[in-house]
């Protein structure tokens, strides 16, 4: 299906004069225009040069229009509408993946009559009290080849299974489920590197790994307590097929790139990228421009178990809870590395004997990550020395984290309507730009 660029049909006032501005160029080769929100790069996206804008015209598609109607006096007083009444609807679409967002600045405006407790995130375990998951001993299952724990987290497996023939539980040790440091998800992370590993021993035929997150009833969690799901399966979720599938195809549309290469040039080069990086490993984060739901992050990295993956995931979810107020999100991660079952050894069963997740050291796996670099915000060298350091072609498969938040816990109204559910497309209310900064507040308290 074929998506096509259209022109700008609006150019509001109070964006002409910052776009029309004759710019210097940047190392990336974009005009250096500091663009503050998608309205702007949808109506700028044309002018822009450079191989990054080249990225960002090849993956992403966008349209922006006026939509009007005619408000009566009384409508009119009451939400505060002009009656003349025009706003600029911006689409963005990853060319792709077909991936869509609209965006409408006036629907922030837009009132909720449905009404519910604004108690937020409502724990029913009294605090942990009556918590199956606080007792994780007695009342979690465990799978027949054992558990993995670490200090701050410990898996089990499903009681109640959809995925076959391994289907698991990660667990933090604490209750609360918003409230996780960077050592304890760095725990959670490879006590769950650790499953798939030994699952696939178990299940050597299953080959397709997938991690999901739920965090509140709102985002699918049954249960209060933080926790995720872990997913061996010989049959890929289609999420997972149509990233495979759609990264080939693109390969091999536009062969020296990737599709990953393209998103992550196609966000540094309006803003919205970053990049942490330790040694030879990396991990970007990008606030991006077609979300699946609000606030999305894509985090591209090496492996659960990457310290600057660990960072960059913790900085963006704490950026969302702590700083954007979300209560309730979903982190769902796809091309998770899984080793060789044949280079592995069958576990016995229990903690100690389940072998070291991605060939690494256990020291390693768990060094701290002091030395991390912060790139495209802080020196790193310039945006395009980092650029040169993303792996190019159909081999770079890397690990990619997806973040998005699942609304107001206050509301009792579906943040999945018939747009995402029958469409497949989304509403974007949070501006990546706005994201992109809260994101960067957290990496400024990365310790270096
Ligand atoms: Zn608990």
């Not at 005619?70 to 009444?85: A, F, H, I, Q, T």
């Not at 689409?91 to 405006?109: D, F, G, H, M, P």
Request: aromatic share 6%; proline share 6%; charged share 15%.
């Amino acid at each position: 299906m074929a998506v096509s660029n259209c022109a700008p049909r609006a150019s509001p006032s109070y964006l002409a004069g910052k776009l029309l501005k004759s710019l210097p160029m940047s190392p990336l080769g974009v005009r250096c225009v500091q663009l503050q929100s998608v309205f702007e790069v949808a109506l700028s996206v044309d002018s822009l040069a450079g191989p990054g804008a080249a990225a960002l015209r090849r993956l992403y598609a966008f349209t922006a229009g006026t939509a009007r109607c005619r408000v009566g006096p009384e409508l009119s007083r009451k939400y505060g509408m002009e009656p003349d009444n025009a706003q600029l609807v911006v689409s963005i679409t990853n060319k792709a993946t077909l991936e869509q967002a609209w965006y409408n600045e006036v629907r922030t405006r837009k009132p909720q009559t449905f009404k519910a407790d604004a108690a937020g995130l409502v724990d029913p375990t009294d605090g942990g009290r009556m918590c199956d998951f606080c007792n994780w001993r007695t009342l979690t299952a465990e799978d027949t080849w054992g558990r993995i724990e670490r200090p701050h987290a410990v898996t089990g497996s499903n009681l109640f299974k959809y995925g076959e023939p391994a289907h698991g539980l990660v667990l933090f040790k604490h209750h609360n489920p918003l409230s996780f440091s960077r050592e304890q998800l760095k725990d959670f992370l490879a006590v769950s590197a650790d499953w798939f590993t030994a699952a696939a021993v178990v299940h050597p035929d299953a080959c397709h790994p997938f991690f999901i997150w739920n965090c509140g009833p709102r985002a699918g969690a049954s249960q209060f307590h933080g926790h995720g799901q872990l997913m061996l399966t010989a049959l890929p979720v289609p999420a997972q097929a149509r990233l495979t599938q759609q990264s080939e195809l693109h390969a091999q549309a536009h062969p020296g790139t990737s599709l990953y290469h393209d998103m992550v040039q196609a966000h540094a080069a309006v803003g919205l990228a970053r990049a942490l990086g330790q040694g030879e490993d990396r991990c970007w984060i990008l606030a991006h421009l077609a979300p699946q739901k609000d606030m999305e992050v894509v985090l591209l990295g090496s492996s659960l178990t990457s310290p600057v993956f660990v960072a960059a995931l913790h900085a963006s979810l704490r950026a969302l809870v702590d700083s954007l107020g979300v209560q309730t999100f979903n982190c769902g991660i796809l091309n998770v590395p899984l080793k060789q079952p044949q280079l592995l050894q069958q576990p016995a069963g229990g903690v100690e004997s389940c072998p070291a997740a991605n060939g690494l050291p256990r020291e390693a796996r768990l060094d701290d990550s002091q030395g991390l670099m912060l790139a495209f915000s802080k020196g790193m060298g310039s945006d395009e020395d980092v650029l040169r350091l993303l792996p190019s072609g159909m081999e770079w498969r890397p690990l990619m984290a997806r973040v998005v938040s699942r609304g107001k816990t206050t509301s009792p109204a579906s943040d999945f309507g018939c747009l995402e559910v029958i469409g497949h497309a989304s509403i974007g209310h949070t501006d990546p730009f706005l994201l992109i900064q809260r994101i960067d507040d957290q990496l400024a308290s990365v310790q270096l």
